[in-house]
């Protein structure tokens, strides 16, 4: 099994029979595997890796984003009318007086974006103000007094006076989390982490649907789940690296790496510390590179092979006009390979070559999207890490019904489907990218 270390220096250290699985800002995860690691850290092998097998995708779907600062929602997709709650991140100050995260879930509707009712406003478009339309109800005044035994107070001016004879240690640059929040919110928060509220210093929480995902469909073919973009690829490529080792003689004749690494915030441009604009990936083949001879680097990039992961879209048979006629990828019908002349999507000739082969040796269908020329298209983080990269890469994803809504709908064998894919592509990979030529 991969170990998850948590500090992303000790990726050099310690290496489980060769198979690593580390974070950064225990956010971004990487997974590796390959016999040669430790050689090529001991400087015993003075050349570079042959290839590089890698697998990307992203992990944090668009949604609702209650920042701590601000105490409100920021959306780029909203889920109007949903049972919500909140999940994320505190810092705390332990009785050690360390800092430290502590992970919280709050398992339980608390919120609500309540739409207005269609008698109030019979606009033929839905729209909102997304500043003032898009605040979370969480209860009732009456309520939360009767819970808390208190009456409403008169507003107290605060004082002018200034006082210097305020102890430092008491003193904080901001007010308290209690006082810039809801104490109520707070106290959830700082019983999930297991602290007292006081000692919640912040908190990044996002906004989520309490639903549970189910299997629906009238054969129990789909699934109904919300984030399936991107977290149904995400799971596809962690579960087929984990079973293209399943064998304690996977790696003997490898001479690539098997690597995945699942980024954060390509639905809002990539560009930060944990997304694919960063500099953690080219950094982590850097380090796998082995002694550097000033190329080893560029060796193994010239040589490596890059799968960007993403869902892609089923024909809807409501909208069946939206798509290119030749090209409506069915759910359950196998793993999409995404085609843009734009270069939109990172996929090329060599790479559906490369692709259709791994599928091949395991039977595992497949399907080509093209979008229609008067449509827009998306994009994924595979062009943005071909160009920085230099990398050969190819677009693909499971199809999916609702992408960006907070309730999507996937297949059930499109899952089964994605792993062996990526299994597949880990463990034929050497062999195969040696038979294609490209002059």
Known sequence: MLRVRKKYREVEKDHNNGKDAFQKRLSVLAESACKTVELLQAGVLDNPLDWTTVLDAETLPPTEYLPGVLGRAKSMYIGFDRDLSIAGRAMVKTKKGE????LVRIDRPILRIPTLAIHLDRQETFAFNKETQLFPIAGLIAAELNRTGETPKPAIPESSTESDETPDDTFTPFQASTE?????????????????????????????????????????????SARLDNLGMSYC??????????????????RSIRLISLFDHEEIGSNTAQGADSNFLPAVIRRLSGKDDGTAYEQTLARSFLVSADMAHSVNPNYAT?????????????????????????????????????????????????????????????????????ARTL???????????????????????GIKLFQSFFEHFSELESKIFVD
């Open 180 to 224: 810039r929040h809801h104490p109520y919110i707070v106290e959830l928060i700082a019983n999930e982490a297991g602290v007292p509220a006081g000692s919640i210093l912040d908190f990044e929480m996002i906004l989520y649907d309490t639903q549970k995902a189910c299997i629906g469909g009238l054969n129990n073919e789909l699934i109904f």
């Open 395 to 417: 677009d693909l994803g499971n199809p999916q019904l609702s992408m960006h809504s907070i309730r999507e709908t996937g297949g059930v064998y499109d899952v089964d489907h």
């Open 99 to 102: 800092y430290v995260q502590r």
């Open 322 to 390: 939206k798509y290119e006629p030749d090209h409506k990828p069915e759910m359950n019908r196998g793993t999409v390979i995404k085609v843009n002349a734009n270069a939109r999507y990172a996929t090329n000739s060599p790479g559906i070559v490369l692709i259709q082969e791994v599928a091949r040796r395991r039977h595992i269908p497949l399907q080509l999207f093209v979008v229609r020329n008067d449509s827009s298209c998306g994009s994924t983080i595979g062009p943005m890490l071909a160009a920085a990269l230099g």
């Open 237 to 254: 490529s962690i579960i087929g690296l984990i079973n293209s080792l399943s064998s304690s003689s996977a790696l003997e004749n490898e």
